[in-house]
């Protein structure tokens, strides 16, 4: 491929419902007869363009080559399925929303409407509560709310958030105020209760960002069914006709919640996969939990899959990541818990927040101590990255593809 950093290096592709292209498999496999030992599989997170997914490939595998021991024949894959720049911009990019909900356009023109005019009416939110629901296939609210709560996650898809179920107005109000807290010191939270006269004016810029969650929900439920129902098998296939192959997955955001999905879809008794890393997972951090601390008797969506992976499973993390520290809790959390909505509730954390959480025997590495003394041959691995990565999509560096190479057991 033009403009790779590497080779051998193939992609392969998904749609949303996890079918990927006819004769994928037999490609990877073939790379088996080119003396390949090792694919490094990466899955980019919030990203809708293949080409900027490429030059994503393009240079996290750049520095492999100088990094890999003699003997090992690396050959490198990147993972492109359909999913949506998550932008720091304020104002969602409508064309981007339209094409990660098809078939959805007059609903995306006529939520534009209302965020360009801004009603200062209850009722102008009301509507537009309801265009998000209908924008993400939730409309049976009332069968989602009957849903135990906790944060868990069944299958691959992710339980309704709090603010496509809760009063519109109230939910909004709630996003303002968050954004404001994100805004630092000298902000002015906006007060819940102005819902009269011109206060309600001030919640559209927590609508904007409603819609922009709303879209992140589409794109964190799709991650999990390509995961599981498209790379899964996938590798299911590589392993029955490639035995001597080992697979280490590379997942960034939802790219990471992704390539963990495919440890569910992995058929039994399949041992391909070698090792696991996770930069800034976009998923809960209790996922591989066999019992969940504020709820004992459930596990997480993932519980215990980490033992479908020959070799250890690395959540990198860093406390500088304003989209996991922020905004996925914002997602992740329960309408009926909307008081703790700006709090510092556990139960709502992402992997790339603080890590691999509630995993007994999970071992909690610096950067630094990491690279200096490998990581574990086996089981949870919590890597603070926080020396290198500054934000959530600074994930390009050298010392992250070291943690590859020593988690899958091919660096010198």
């Known amino acids: 491929m033009a403009g790779m950093s590497v080779e051998p290096y193939r992609e392969i592709r998904f749609d949303k419902d996890g079918d990927g ?47 890999v021991r003699s ?50 009416d209850e009722a102008a939110f009301g509507e537009f509560g309801e265009l998000l629901r209908v924008l993400t296939d939730t409309n049976g609210s009332a069968a989602f ?19 496509l179920l809760g009063d519109p107005v109230a ?53 999990g069914v390509v995961g599981e129902r498209g790379l899964g098998p996938l590798l299911g296939g590589v392993a029955r006709s490639s035995p001597g192959l080992r697979v280490h997955l590379v997942g960034h955001s939802m790219g990471a919640r992704l390539v963990a999905y495919a440890l569910r879809g992995l058929p039994d008794g399949v041992r391909t996969v070698g090792s696991v890393t996770l930069l800034q997972g976009a998923f809960s951090h209790y996922a591989f ?50 008081d703790s909505l700006l709090g510092s509730d556990r139960r ?12 007994p025997g999970t071992a909690a590495l610096t950067l630094a ?5 490998g990581i574990p041959a086996a089981g949870c691995v919590s890597v603070d990255t926080a020396e290198v990565v500054g934000e959530h999509s600074d994930i390009c560096h050298p010392q992250l593809a070291r943690l590859v190479t020593s988690a899958g057991r091919i660096g010198r």
């Not at 109000?173 to 630092?184: H, I, K, R, S, T």
């Not at 902000?187 to 960002?209: C, H, I, M, N, Q």
């Open 21 to 67: 292209a006819a004769g994928q498999r037999e490609a990877l496999a073939a790379t088996a007869g080119q003396g390949v030992t090792d694919l490094v599989m990466f899955a980019h997170g919030w990203n809708n363009s293949p080409t900027v997914a490429a030059r994503l490939y393009a240079a996290f595998f750049a520095p492999f080559p100088g990094l």
């Open 71 to 120: 003997g090992v024949r690396v050959g490198y894959v990147g993972v492109v399925w359909p999913s949506m720049m998550f932008s720091d911009e304020p104002i969602p990019d409508f064309a981007s929303v339209a094409a990660v909900h098809p078939g959805k356009g007059a609903v995306v023109e006529r939520l534009a409407v209302l965020l360009r005019e801004q009603p200062e």
């Open 145 to 163: 709310a009957e849903r135990p709560s906790g944060g868990a996650e069944g299958s691959a898809g992710p339980p309704v958030p709090d603010f």
């Open 171 to 223: 939910v909004c109000a709630m996003f303002a105020d968050a954004l404001e807290e994100a805004a630092g010191p000298g902000s002015v939270p906006t007060p819940r209760d102005a819902f009269g006269g011109s206060g309600l004016g001030r919640y559209w810029k927590g609508a904007r960002e409603a819609l922009r969650q709303a879209t992140y929900y589409t794109m964190k439920r799709r991650a």
């Open 289 to 338: 939990a066999a019992s969940l601390p504020h709820e004992p008797g459930r596990g997480g969506a993932l519980r215990d899959l980490q033992r479908r992976v020959d070799g250890p499973v690395v959540g990198c993390y860093s406390r500088h990541d304003t989209s996991l520290r922020v905004f996925y809790p914002l997602a992740s959390r329960l309408a009926r818990d909307a």
């Open 348 to 359: 709502w954390g992402a992997i790339g927040h603080d890590g691999i959480q509630a995993v």
């Open 369 to 373: 101590g990491a690279l200096r003394g």
